[in-house]
Structures are given as C-alpha cells and as structure tokens.
C-alpha cells in the first residue's frame, strides 16, 4: 500500500475552481491506478475521476468537461483540477491508489486512501 495525502480543498462560490492535490508516498508509485472519489452527507462515496499509470482516464458523467485528472509519475502526486463547480460538487473528496492499470470506478478496488479534504460549494 502507499500512504496518501489531499491538500487543497476549501469554499468556493458556485461557478468557481479549485484544485486538489494528493501526495504518495511509501511505495514506489508505479504500476498504481489513482483515483478521485467523494462522499456528500447521507450519500454513498462515489467515483469522480482514475487514471493509471500509463495514462488511462476515466471520469463520472457529472464531472466530465469540468474536471481534469493529472498526475506526475516522477514527483509520485496526483491531481484533481475543478473547473465551474457547483453546489451538488460539495464533499468530502478522497484520494485512492490501487494496483494495476485498470480503471475502476468502485471505491471496494481501492486499498489505498488518504483522510480526505473538504470541498464546499456555495451558491
């Protein structure tokens, strides 16, 4: 497993961007899917964006146009830009890694998460 670490969330008003960032560390990041997820209160952790490590993207619907999934293999960090935000973006946003170069969009293929960082959408 890797150790994983969000920074950048925070409030932001509808229409607005923000970026996120997640950290790896502890194993050697390749061969590692990452992937996005977030949980808003009362609702199950959703898939919002994944990327492998040669490149492969796959986003939810709701966010595809508006988000854009990076990572830097040689700095082992992955990112989540956020572009025209909404207040349905509001969550709790979650960083995952899996092994191997599939996509996955169930949070269950994940092994690896970080604590999670607060994104607020106001309108």
């Known amino acids: 497993q890797v150790q994983l670490v969000e920074s950048g969330g925070g409030l932001v008003q509808a229409g607005g961007s923000l970026r996120l960032s997640c950290a790896a560390s502890?194993?050697?990041?390749?061969?590692?899917?990452m992937g996005w997820f977030r949980q808003a209160p009362g609702k199950e952790r959703e898939f919002v964006a994944g990327?492998?490590?040669?490149?492969?993207?796959d986003y939810a619907d709701s966010v595809k146009g508006r988000f854009t999934i990076s990572r830097d293999n040689a700095k082992n960090t992955a990112s989540l830009q956020m572009n025209r935000l909404r207040p349905e973006d509001t969550a709790v946003y979650y960083c995952?890694?899996?092994?191997?170069?599939?996509?996955?969009?169930?949070?269950?293929?994940?092994?690896?998460w970080g604590s999670g960082t607060q994104v607020t959408v106001s309108s």
């Open positions: 502890g194993r050697t990041f390749s061969g590692y899917t």
């Open positions: 995952a890694a899996r092994e191997g170069s599939a996509v996955r969009i169930g949070a269950a293929e994940y092994n690896s």
């Open positions: 990327m492998s490590w040669s490149g492969r993207i």
